[in-house]
């Protein structure tokens, strides 16, 4: 689960009680996704970045930044590789501001 205090955590789903939990970003978490095998965690944020980290010890393994603030995160079903959506536009002073006739949507590719 994630929140709007930039904290996201880790539920046991059999006991419904929080075992983890992460507050690497400062903005409010946008995006989450686990990987193929259930090891990794990318969470996207305001913060321009994307933050991936272990699931089970929350060690940062890798940060990807970005021009915009990510929309949307997701893992490859059986390889590394994550897809994030943001938009290709370039940020004055405000990262907050969004003009929509400036900004155009963009998919990259993570690997690790």
Known sequence: SSGINAEYGIFDSSELACVNSYSRLEWP??????NHDGNLLASGSEDLMIDI??????????TVSCNA???????????????????EKKHSGDKHTRDS????????L???
């Open 53 to 62: 980290s272990h699931v089970a010890t929350g060690e940062k393994v890798a």
């Open 101 to 108: 006739e400036k900004s155009t949507g963009c998919v990259k």
């Open 69 to 87: 603030f990510p929309f949307c995160v997701a893992w490859h079903p059986s390889e590394n590789l994550l897809a994030f959506v943001t938009d």
């Open 29 to 34: 978490v946008r995006t989450l996704s686990f």
């Open 110 to 112: 993570f690997g690790l």
